[in-house]
């Protein structure tokens, strides 16, 4: 996306009219990296809305690409897309010191969140809405909580619940009309 140029990201954009969530997650993965449409993959399900920094509402639609099928023959579109890299995905789960920075937290309308990072600030650096969303998946697929803390840090102290700051963010959205919209 030009909005986060430069940064780790999952193959997703806007939602067309008369597209469902899916269609365009599965058109967009097909337009920035090649993956057919009509692939072996079988969708899981989709995350809660999330609220990007720049007032983005993106549903994360999860799928499940079966090894047996062979790793899928990707091409990347490089008008949006500069490179495709892998990270193992029960590695979202781990706080493992060179690859999860934990003293990284940003602020956001007056709360104080983790700003979660991974791979050590090297090429493969996964953070912030992207790293939220694969530690979310990692956390369904595999049904166990992370070894940091995930949510948002009160300044009262004490950690949230990321769905609490989400529908927060909506009903800021509602009240000053971001000039921008979207899913995905």
Known sequence: MRTF???A???????DEGETIWQAALREAHEEIALPPDSAMEKLTMLPPYLSRNHLVVTPCVAFWPADNGRPNFKLNEAEV?????????DFL????????PLSHTTWNGENFPLHQFGGGGEGRVWGLTARMMIDAARIAYGVEPDFPVGLV????????????????LEWAKKNKPSRKGQL
């Open 5 to 7: 140029s430069g940064d």
């Open 9 to 15: 990201a999952l193959p997703g954009g806007r939602v």
């Open 82 to 90: 500069s490179k495709i890299f892998s990270v193992p995905f029960e």
């Open 94 to 101: 781990s706080g493992r010191e060179g690859w999860y920075d």
């Open 154 to 169: 009160r300044a009262k102290g004490g950690i949230g619940d990321q769905e609490e700051f989400i529908w927060r963010g």
